[in-house]
């Protein structure tokens, strides 16, 4: 009967579930109000599987230029400080599942999941650990890595961990609201553990992060601090490294035992800490594309992560996303303090730690044409005489946002 259904309707079959509250009426995309606003039936001018609609039934404003763009980049034409990166696809790890990887535990990419989830606690229950059927298995508390198949991998599409880079499969709408700006919305109910969209935009430095936000606005700057983020999750995880060791230059870049170069860059005292050099003004805040619960004051410690001393001297820093001027529909989630989406780390193009693919799921079911949401978990008091109210009206909400 689904399987009928979703081909005479807008919903794909990635959407089917057995939850009875998960409605299969299409819901219009056009506006249900009077109003003669605006209305665009695709913002990202078919860069997207399906269309991304925008309505204002508020008033008369109109979206600010922006350029759409589905998934991240690093390089501006001209700009010789941008970040020099390549997913050579020769790094990747790959599985050679004949069966579209039914067997999670013969799946070499599952493993890497299931490794990343068991180093921070979780149980060793394929249920609970990566995809499920093409949901998130953990939707409620994300914390540990996904790994998705890859370029190298034998499996198909429809191998059940190729979830982002299937693309968005929801029909998301920008819509205006009361007083929170601009929003996205899902036309169709969403059930839980589904994938949403990513957060895409122009991949910073944290020196470029820093400066572009002091001098154009950080409200849509996201910070990719995963490794952050895990490693204080880990209790004692570098508690066995001495300093001495991590500050040592004379590290074998290689042997004949084919181990992975362990060049480290000596510590100086010019190193830029996590919070942002120094030398650069403190007015830029930062979303975390992380779990990490926000606290309502400085919930970290502002010091040299020892993980990013092994990509050398300058990447020592937390990179960051920056939506402003090019990025895709995620740039318009608003915050909440109660949020019904949630931010998983995903690797899928790179298995690169500083730069893995923020994408977010539903936390829970979630009715048609209800506001997405995701928290922005930022630091209150960490940008100094800068004040920003939340508006979320949740029952848990923390009166503000910075």
Request: aromatic content about 10%; hydrophobic content about 30%.
């Amino acid at each position: 009967m689904y399987l009928n259904f979703v081909l005479s309707t807008d919903l794909f079959v990635d959407q089917f579930c057995f939850d009875p509250s998960v409605s299969l009426v299409s819901r219009s995309a056009r506006k249900t109000s009077g109003n003669d606003g605006l209305f665009i039936e695709d913002i990202s001018s078919g860069k997207e599987p399906v269309p991304i609609s925008c309505v204002n039934e508020i008033d008369d404003d109109l979206l600010t230029e922006f350029e759409y763009k589905s998934t991240r980049f690093w390089r501006r034409d001209g700009d010789p400080t941008d970040i020099d990166f390549s997913s050579d696809p020769n790094f990747l790890v790959c599985c050679d599942c004949p069966n579209d990887c039914e067997d999670k535990t013969k799946c070499a990419c599952y493993q890497l999941s299931r490794e990343s989830a068991l180093a921070l606690g979780a149980k060793d229950k394929a249920q609970d650990i990566g995809f499920a059927y093409k949901r998130l298995a953990s939707a409620r508390k994300p914390k540990s890595a996904v790994y998705e198949c890859n370029s190298r991998c034998k499996c198909s599409s429809r191998c059940g961990n190729r979830v982002l880079q299937s693309g968005i499969r929801l029909r998301l709408q920008v819509f205006k609201t009361l007083n929170r700006g601009w929003g996205v919305r899902c036309l169709d109910d969403i059930p839980k553990g589904a994938f949403v969209c990513t957060y895409s935009g122009r991949i910073l430095t944290e020196e470029q992060a820093n400066k572009d936000g002091y001098r154009f606005g950080d409200e849509y700057l996201a910070e990719l601090d995963h490794i952050e983020v895990v490693e204080k999750l880990k209790d004692g995880y570098e508690s066995d490294v001495s300093e001495e060791l991590l500050s040592s230059s004379n590290w074998a870049s290689g042997d004949e035992d084919g181990e992975l170069p362990r060049k480290i860059a000596k510590r100086t005292e010019k190193r830029p800490s996590f919070g942002g050099p120094s030398s650069l003004p403190r007015g830029v805040a930062f979303k975390s594309t992380s779990y990490r619960q926000s606290t309502g004051y400085l919930s970290f410690v502002k010091s040299i992560n020892k993980t990013r001393l092994l990509f050398g001297e300058r990447e020592c820093g937390c990179f960051a996303v920056d939506a402003k001027s090019a990025g895709n529909v995620g740039r318009f989630l608003n915050h909440s303090c109660s949020p019904n989406l949630c931010v998983q780390n995903v690797f899928v193009d790179t298995h690169d730690l500083r730069f893995p693919t923020v994408a977010f799921f539903s936390k829970r079911a979630i009715r048609a044409k209800v506001e997405l949401t995701w928290d922005y978990s930022y630091d209150i008091g960490s940008v100094p005489g800068k004040i920003v109210k939340c508006h979320c009206n949740s029952s848990v909400c923390r009166g503000r946002l910075l």
